[in-house]
């Protein structure tokens, strides 16, 4: 079946200190893959998005996110986190090459401490 | 930047009562689509809407729901009975070709 995985579900760090949030797809192919970012009580903002080529993406805010299809993994990361990152991130995916769903990651809700 | 507006942005209904969520999609997005947050758990997919009709649906997406685009501006979800379950935060989203969304703010269903 096709998923996406994120396997933290709550992930605390220190203002500074450097991120990474981890994704795994599960699909026939290489799928189109996203990370989106939800504030408390707001909409799902794009940070970035994979559909081929680089495999080191540079989205908005400071994060990027490298595609592995050996591991079948698309890790968010950022360097130096600030206190407003703390937020949901949402990893999701579009199986390539149709006008379809987004299937979405259960998510990871990033804490930051001062 | 271009937005997606979605109004209102909380909603309280009854049980059994019928609700209109509506969505203003970027003007030259050709693609529509709906989803739901139950609180505390995952993003999942309603329903896709091209060319004036349903492209896919999910299993959520049953016969006590439906989706309109009414005036080539508006892009709805009516659900006809609502469920205590049917409380969520509801999002729309457009695209321009069907890759890369951009979400609304959303709607917040509180059915009680």
């Known amino acids: 079946a096709q998923s996406v995985t994120q396997p933290d579900i709550h992930i605390t760090v220190s203002e500074g200190a450097s991120l990474e949030l981890r994704c795994n797809y599960s699909y026939g192919a290489t799928p189109y893959l996203f990370w989106y970012v939800q504030s408390p009580g707001q909409g799902l903002q794009l940070l970035l998005k994979?559909?081929?080529?680089?495999?080191l993406v540079q989205g908005i805010k400071g994060f990027e996110a490298e595609f592995k299809r050996s591991q079948s993994s698309f890790n968010l990361r950022k360097p130096s986190v600030h206190w407003s990152d703390a937020a949901e991130y949402f990893c999701?995916?579009?199986?390539?090459?149709?006008?379809?769903?987004?299937?979405f990651g259960t998510g990871t809700r990033l804490q930051v401490t001062l | 930047e271009p937005e997606v507006t979605q109004t209102p942005s909380h909603q309280v209904t009854q049980m059994g009562q019928e609700v209109i969520l509506r969505c203003v999609p970027i003007?030259?997005?050709?693609?529509f689509y709906w989803y739901r947050q139950i609180l505390g758990q995952k993003v999942e997919f309603l329903v896709s809407f091209y060319n004036n009709e349903i492209s896919e649906k999910s299993e959520i997406f049953d016969d006590q729901f439906s989706v309109e685009r009414p005036d080539g501006s508006n892009f709805t979800l009516k659900i006809r009975s609502t469920k205590l379950e049917d409380s969520a935060m509801y999002f729309c989203?457009?695209?321009?070709?069907?890759?890369?969304?951009?979400f609304g703010s959303g709607t917040r269903l509180t059915v009680v």
């Open positions: 994979y559909f081929s080529g680089d495999t």
């Open positions: 003007s030259n997005h050709l693609y």
């Open positions: 999701a995916a579009i199986l390539t090459g149709t006008a379809s769903k987004l299937t």
């Open positions: 989203a457009s695209s321009e070709t069907g890759l890369g969304y951009t």
